[in-house]
């Protein structure tokens, strides 16, 4: 194929923000584009084959519009735009960044950064229950959190539920010194983290007293009928589909309930179903009922945790390939098993 050549204009001011600390970002465009860059007095030239450097040129003019706008490009952004690169997909950081859910206590903007992440926030605004599904990482809680609040104070709703199923990652705690709030408080550490950064601890602490924000066990939903409330489910693969069922037929008048769920990390006792897997099938085609599902793509925590997400991902499918083949390896064994028996 033809090489091509191609000058982009980068101004001096966003230059170390989009080329990175010691041109890193530079260097994994040019490695996983196979294009070569070489600055020069506030240009950069890219080198290669037209398809991979119109690729390339794409790519760093969205790092560049992200700096216009006063983002500090991360390696999240990079690592995302090269994927959709190369997947051939246009990359559109631009219109995702421009979706500013809320600010933190501190002032930082809390906005979706991907595809999947920008589709279930839309979903949220749409639909009255949303199942947010994806691997750990992918801003789940998070934007569901966000979202809470901000209909909190802008009064859509008078009060946050937030909840999930007490069950431990794999370990036995015991028994856990402590009141009753003591013994939950673990469980629910990652809902707090979520409210304090947002909210802050203050306004957290006043609303709980005034009981406009609950966090609580899921057992703790039985029997309760949650009006003009935003009910956020965490950790939903957890539940029994007794306690799926059970938690969605609480909905009241103007609520709206988020269940976020990551399909490949379940705490369940061996043999048990989940209620997360349940609901998914049964549910699918109620309308107002929204499904985002989001992928290794989505994830936005340090570049290292899509890598680890990945390789899980395709150990377990390689192990159910096996599993496939052993299976089909007895099922034809007890077959011919079979067949001498009859002709005995």
Known sequence: MAIMETLIEIPAAHEANVFGQLDSYIKKIEKALNVTMVARDGTLKLIGEAADVKQAEAVLMQLLELSRRGNQVTEQNVNYALGMALEHRTPDLVSIDSDIICHT?????VKPKTAGQK?????????MIVFGIGP???GKTYLAMAMAIEAFKRDEVSRIILTRPAIEA????GFLPGDLQSKVDPYLRPLYDALYQIMGAESYTRNVEKGLIEVAPLAYMRGRTLDNSYIILDE????????????LTRIGFGSKVIVTGDLTQKDLPYGTKSGLDQALDVLKKVEDIGFAYMTNQDVVRH???????TAYDDF???????RKVEDAKQTESRYKDKNRETHR
């Not at 794999?170 to 705690?173: A, F, R, T």
């Not at 377990?316 to 096996?322: D, I, N, Y």
């Open 105 to 109: 206590i501190q002032g930082k903007p």
């Open 119 to 127: 589709q279930y926030i839309d979903l949220i605004r749409k639909k």
């Open 136 to 138: 750990a990482g992918t």
């Open 170 to 173: 794999g370990e036995k705690l």
């Open 236 to 247: 939903a693969q957890n539940t029994t589909p007794a306690q799926m069922k059970m938690f």
């Open 303 to 309: 570049p290292l945790v899509q890598q680890i997400v």
């Open 316 to 322: 377990e499918k390689k192990q159910e390939r096996r």
